[in-house]
Structure formats: structure tokens, C-alpha cells
């Protein structure tokens, strides 16, 4: 992982905390996270909604649904993951010419 721009000092080569949503509320990735010294803010299953885990994630969810408007993203035809790599950074070079403003 390159380095985390921030404070002064040596860079970090983790982040300090980890925002997640349901689908990986285990005890399991809970440890692994805390052993490399990483702070897991994973939202409970079966907790009513309101955690406030929405207002970092919707970043994450939002560029996701941009990617699935590019249906061989959306469902992966290809076999081999260069190909599959090359359609992505495709995809991703394309939502941020869109979202460039023009001259």
C-alpha cells in the first residue's frame, strides 16, 4: 500500500480505522483488523439503521454504481484478469472525464 500523506513523521502504511457495512459484521475480520492495529467500524447486523456508517460509506456505494453502469464490469465476461483490469481503469478514466468540468 503506498503511504498515507498526513502528519509529520514517518508515513503510515495502514489507515487507522476501517468503515464497513453489514456483509462483514464477523467476529473474524473484527480480530484480524485489530491485530494489524486497525480500529474496524463494521455496522451490526440485525441493529436497527442509524449507525452514522452511511455518511462515510455512500462515497464507496456511489463510485460502485458508477462502475456497474459498465455492464462487463457489472457482470465479468472475462476470464483473464489483465483483460478484466484494463476494462476497469478504462471505466474508471471514463467517469472521471465526465465528471470533469469543461472549457
Do not use: N
Request: proline share 6%; aromatic share 10%; net charge positive.
Amino acid at each position: 500500500m503506498p503511504p498515507i500523506r498526513g502528519r509529520r513523521g514517518r508515513p503510515r502504511r495502514k489507515p487507522r480505522e476501517v468503515y464497513a457495512d453489514r456483509g462483514y459484521d464477523h467476529d473474524k475480520y473484527r480480530r484480524l483488523l485489530r491485530a494489524r492495529g486497525i480500529t474496524p467500524r463494521i455496522a451490526r447486523r440485525g441493529v436497527a439503521h442509524g449507525s452514522g456508517l452511511g455518511k462515510t460509506r455512500w462515497g464507496v456505494e456511489r463510485s460502485f454504481a458508477w462502475l456497474h453502469a459498465f455492464k462487463r464490469l457489472r457482470t465479468r465476461y472475462e476470464r483473464r484478469a489483465d483483460i478484466h483490469l484494463g476494462l476497469l481503469q478504462l471505466a474508471c478514466a471514463l467517469i472521471c472525464y465526465r465528471h470533469l468540468p469543461s472549457f
